[in-house]
């Protein structure tokens, strides 16, 4: 597989203002980030509320500007000259976790649907609709045509996503960015929405970025797979040897948080137990190492990423049997 999408060291820091008095803290959403997709590659992008996952997602549209950094796609780099802005959106497609707030209540969903290729310039009206029927088609919203006419509110909250999933490949994307796709929706339509988007991939060799907490969906949808920590890709590697091989401590816990329906898991002991977070400056040296119970000395000193085996890469100074 070629490489299709490259982030390199991509840096975006946030000024959250204090109150009553108290000083200004600089937030590291996205902190020396790099990464790279293969075409029709499923990569996920892991880590709890507030690692930075969204963020790197809005980076790599354009919608907010990098600090500094840059991102390749198909080998030329992604700045701000309006035809290179084109391109990137043109073929790089979003799906947002809300599919209550990601579309408007106030279009058909066929208009819905339509909108991207109406914004850029693809086809006539009509083309266009004939378009929006056919999208709609592969995502199994059926009748189509009786769907394109009805407006959002009509719809359950599966149906809106598949109209989201549906507006995503009007324009036949390389890439999506799948934003927790499926954590709105109930557990009993979450595995169908997944195996629609697994057959899409498939079908069109789309590569995606799905970004999620949930590692049990992750492992399900993903090949290759980066854990997110406070801005910084703390493990990289092939899914299977992440997850079932885990190098770094907080790999660990994010796996040792998984509810599975074993009663086995009553008397199963944890191997990482988060300690509290201690009062220290969270972005010298090691990020994790006021939570970890395996902290050294030597973690006042960040980690880089060190290569464990094949393309598994994790930055930790004691790794994990």
Known sequence: MNEILKVEHLKKYF???GMFGKKSTTVRAADDVSFSIKKGEVFVLAGESGSGKSTIAKLILKSIESDSGKIFFEGSEIDN??????KIRMNCQMIHQDPYDSINPRMKIADIISEPLEIHNVGSKEERFRRAIEVLQEVKLEPAEDIGKRYPHMLSGGQRQ?????????????IILADEPVSMLDVSIRAEML???QELQKKYNISFIYITHDLATARYFGQRIGILYMGKIVEIGPIDQVLDKPKH?????LIDAISEPDPENL???RKIRINEPANIDVYEGCRFRARCPYAIEKCVNEPHLEKINDEHYSACYVKLD
Do not use: D, F, I
Request: glycine share 0%.
């Open 15 to 17: 000024t959250k203002k």
């Open 81 to 86: 000259h309006k035809e290179n802005l084109s």
């Open 195 to 197: 195996e629609l988007m």
């Open 162 to 174: 598949r109209v989201v999933l549906a507006r995503a490949l009007a324009l036949k994307p390389k």
């Open 267 to 269: 008397h199963r002991e």
């Open 249 to 253: 401590p907080y790999t660990q816990a």
